[in-house]
């Protein structure tokens, strides 16, 4: 086919398939265009063939891009250009372009161009265009800030909140700025520390392009805090591609995290502070909270607690070392343990470590589920209470049982005698001469002979029989017998013993007793009427010369009867003015006057003076204290306003009150009618009460108390430490001041003196808010150191005997005028 046919057949090949084609002179620029190219382009027939025309019906966009695209195919020789054409309607299509440059003989350099729609191109193009809109609306609307860099750490993709957080300037924000510059901004403004900038940014570029994640909280100078979050990407083949950095404000998570640190520190410290032990296990039985004097208390290793350990593990830990004792089947144990705990019932017990530590426990359960509970060291209170028992059981100086042991005990052991058919002998022994012993040696000696005729005591009967000291030089035996002359034997054995003198240092003391012997049921039946007999048999035994012993008879009961007597007298006493009134003063920590105990006597015209405490037991007995009492609480409030006209205004007047009288139903009209009758306020006048009559009937008692207490009135309890009671228990009465025994105060003169129980007793008393009286401070030695153990007011001889109204008064003014403090008054 001749060529020129051939160029004809192409052209028209061409044509049919829709493909436009021109020619281009590269020399010149002249160009040649098809009519389906015209078509394709939507180019008129008259417009001339020129690279402006054809531009202008390209998309704008893709304008550049085609003249730099087709100028390479024709340096090159050849290459593909793809396009987009607007059409008249708006439409856009793609074109492909293939453009291939040929020389001609004449040595003329051509372009052809073949162009075809290839609308694929262009549905890819859209489906990405849609794809990018939604990615940037998603990266726009992140709620943390995001670049992207790529793998040449030039910035690819960004959100507005990126520039916001890292407070960027925007005119940084375009594509393909790169990684250094923008960490420039925050490292000129100092935020990664001081140094030189180019160094500071240096360091990062080189960290970021290693690609690894990082994560890492910035503060910025305006105190805003940020969460720097960043993740390498990939290529296909594993190479580093760009990282992805994320940006959060965190500075109000920050705030609050603060805040509940703050809050915690503060519960931490509050819990590490308390004076007790601490626990918070959660409901699942785990410890959540704890502090380190519960640590103390159990002696738990930190290294156990700080792995918040559970319930469980503690209960084994304790069960291993032996905490709760011998267990015969630990497993049971250990789930009826946990079985208790889980109940989640509030409770309160108390456990004795193996170490003799005594732990006052409270568990309560808690709205969130698990318990709270709280550990108290005890020990000391308990040891103290337990002595005090012990105290009020035994006779101090000697050990044996003392006298009211010995009264609680007997109708015991009378009831057990007429069990087996037996009788009970009392044995009643008093030291003949020992008064004389103790009058001409002293009182240092006396006890030793105490303690060693004691010892002979508790040595001659048996380890059944009971021992007791029951006064200054009395002791009794108790012991049962099937016959009188059993009784007898064992009083004969006991002379026997007495004979060898006793050596005390270099001197010998010959001391014999006389021993009075009173059977149960026979003699009497009523124990105290019992230890009675025997003490009247003993008189007799004495009687006769001592260095013996002597059944009770009926006989020596008649002469008894004088008892009745002094019961007799006492009736009439009131009547016939043998009462009167004496008070002893009772001083503050500096020596001056704050009080007075007013303190009953008796002088009767037969019997002569009858000291309190054997009158007041009678009196009690026979119902005569109530009366005696309101006289007594009449006087002595007429005394107070006596002293007050003549300018001495005691803070207080302390009247005692018996067992009886605080039992009396009467009681609360009889003070109520003193105080009106007188004009005495109420908070002048404090009562006081005893240990032992308050525990008689506590609920009975602490109703009367209340009662007055109510009015104003106050408290004292009297002879602290001779009973049986606790302080913590006393604490439920409304009391003010707690007055420590005598007993307690006299050994604190001596050498070796043990002060723990009043030490404790006045810290115990003080933090249960009572104010300490010490009675019978009789010397410098017991006043000095009281004062340093704490206590509140003195009483005794040192300070003043108990004195007449009138004396009182003087004394009083003397101090008033003197107005020295650190002296004793006599
Ligand atoms: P009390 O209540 O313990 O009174 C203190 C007693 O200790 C008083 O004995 C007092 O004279 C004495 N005393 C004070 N300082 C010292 C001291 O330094 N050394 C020594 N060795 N003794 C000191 P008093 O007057 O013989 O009274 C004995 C008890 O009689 C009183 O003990 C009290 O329980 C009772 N009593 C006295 N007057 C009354 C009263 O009006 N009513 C009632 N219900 N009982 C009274
Ligand atoms: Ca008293
Ligand atoms: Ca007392």
């Known amino acids: 086919m001749p060529r020129d046919d051939l160029n004809a057949a192409l052209a028209r090949v061409l044509d049919a398939l829709g493909w436009g084609y021109w020619v281009r002179d590269l020399a010149t620029g002249a160009m040649v265009w098809s009519e389906t190219f015209r078509r394709q382009h939507g180019i008129a027939a008259d417009e001339s063939p020129t690279r402006e025309v054809f531009l202008a019906h390209l998309l704008p966009e893709d304008r550049d891009a085609f003249v730099r695209q087709v100028e390479a195919a024709y340096r090159s020789g050849q290459g593909v250009v793809q396009y987009r054409v607007v059409l008249e309607a708006g439409q856009i299509r793609s074109c492909i372009v293939q453009v291939v440059v040929l020389t001609t003989p004449e040595g003329k350099r051509l372009a052809y161009g073949i162009n075809r729609f290839d609308d694929r191109h262009l549905a890819l193009d859209v489906a990405l265009a849609e794809k990018a809109r939604t990615l940037n609306a998603v990266i726009a609307a992140l709620p943390v800030g995001l670049m992207v860099f790529d793998a040449d750490l030039r910035l690819r993709y960004w959100n507005d909140r990126a520039f916001a957080i890292l407070d960027l300037p925007r005119s940084l924000a375009y594509e393909g700025v790169s990684f250094a510059d923008l960490i420039r901004v925050p490292a000129s403004r100092g935020e990664y520390g001081p140094g030189d900038p180019e160094r500071l940014v240096a360091e990062r570029v080189a960290l970021a392009k290693t690609f690894q994640p990082h994560r890492l909280e910035r503060q910025h100078p305006d105190g805003r805090w940020h969460l720097v979050q960043g993740e390498p990407f990939f290529d296909a083949q594993g190479r580093p591609a760009g990282f992805v950095s994320t940006f959060t404000d965190v500075t109000a998570l920050k705030a609050a995290e603060a805040a509940v640190q703050v809050t915690r520190d503060r519960l931490q410290t509050l819990v590490d502070h308390l004076p007790s032990g601490v626990t918070l296990f959660d409901a699942d039985l785990k410890l959540v909270a704890w502090n380190q004097k519960f640590a103390e208390l159990f002696d738990f290793p930190l290294s156990l607690l700080e792995k918040g350990v559970d319930f469980a593990t503690l209960l084994r830990f304790n069960l291993e070392r032996g905490e709760y004792g011998e267990i015969a089947d630990p497993e049971a144990y250990l789930a009826e343990r946990l079985r208790a705990a889980r109940s989640f019932v509030p409770h309160e017990l108390e456990r004795t470590r193996p170490d003799g530590r005594v732990l006052h426990i409270i568990g309560q359960p808690v709205p969130s589920g698990g318990f709270v509970s709280i550990y108290q060291d005890v020990t000391e209170q308990r040891r103290i209470e337990a002595e005090l028992r012990r105290r009020a059981l035994t006779d101090e100086l000697t050990g044996l049982t003392n006298r009211a042991a010995l009264l609680s005990q007997l109708p015991r052991l009378c009831e057990e005698a007429r069990r087996r058919k037996e009788y009970l002998a009392v044995l009643f022994i008093d030291l003949d001469r020992f008064k004389w012993v103790n009058d001409t040696a002293g009182h240092v000696v006396g006890d030793a002979v105490l303690r060693a005729a004691a010892e002979r005591l508790r040595t001659t009967v048996r380890a059944s029989d009971l021992a007791a000291r029951v006064g200054g030089d009395e002791f009794v035996a108790v012991t049962f017998v099937t016959e009188a002359t059993q009784a007898s034997q064992l009083a004969q054995r006991l002379l026997d013993r007495f004979a060898l003198p006793f050596e005390v240092g270099e001197n010998q003391w010959q001391l014999s007793p006389s021993i009075g012997i009173a059977l149960y049921p026979d003699d009497e039946r009523d124990p105290n009427a019992l230890l009675r007999a025997a003490g009247l048999a003993m008189y007799r035994a004495k009687g006769e010369g001592g260095n013996r012993f002597a059944f009770f008879t009926r006989s020596l009961h008649e002469a008894a009867t ?106 609360y009209e009889t003070v109520c009618a003193a105080l009106t009758a007188s004009g005495v306020e109420p908070s002048a006048l404090k009562l006081e009460i005893t240990e032992s009559a308050m525990m008689h009937d506590p609920a009975l008692a602490q109703e009367q108390v209340q009662r007055l207490a109510t009015l104003g009135v106050r408290f004292a309890v009297d002879d602290f430490g001779t009973g049986y009671s606790s302080l913590a228990y006393l604490h439920t009465f409304p009391l003010s001041e707690l007055k420590i025994d005598r007993s307690f105060v006299t050994p604190l003169a001596s050498d070796e003196r043990d002060d723990a129980i009043v030490d404790a007793t006045i810290q115990m008393a003080h933090r249960l808010g009572l104010q300490v009286v010490a009675e019978g401070v009789e010397c410098a030695q017991q006043w000095d150191h009281l004062l340093r153990l704490g206590c509140d007011f003195f009483q005794g001889y040192w300070f003043a005997r108990p004195l007449s109204a009138a004396q009182f008064f003087h004394l009083w003014q003397k101090e008033q005028t003197t107005a020295s403090s650190q002296r004793p008054f006599e």
Do not use: K
């Not at 008070?583 to 020596?591: A, K, L």
């Not at 009080?595 to 009678?618: I, K, T, Y």
């Not at 009449?634 to 005691?650: E, N």
């Open 562 to 667: 004088s008892r009745s007597r002094l019961e007799q007298r006492l009736r009439l006493a009131i009547h016939h003015d043998a009462f009167h009134l004496v008070f002893q003063p009772i001083c503050d920590r500096t020596g001056a006057i704050v009080s007075a105990e007013v303190l009953l006597r008796w002088r009767d015209e037969e019997l002569g003076e009858v000291p309190p405490a054997r009158f007041v037991p009678v009196a009690e007995q026979v119902g005569l204290m109530p009366a005696i009492g309101r006289w007594v609480l009449r006087h002595a409030l007429h005394q107070w306003v006596q002293w007050s006209q003549a300018g001495l205004r005691l803070p207080s007047i302390a009247v005692n009150l018996s067992a009886h009288q605080l039992y009396d139903t009467m009681l």
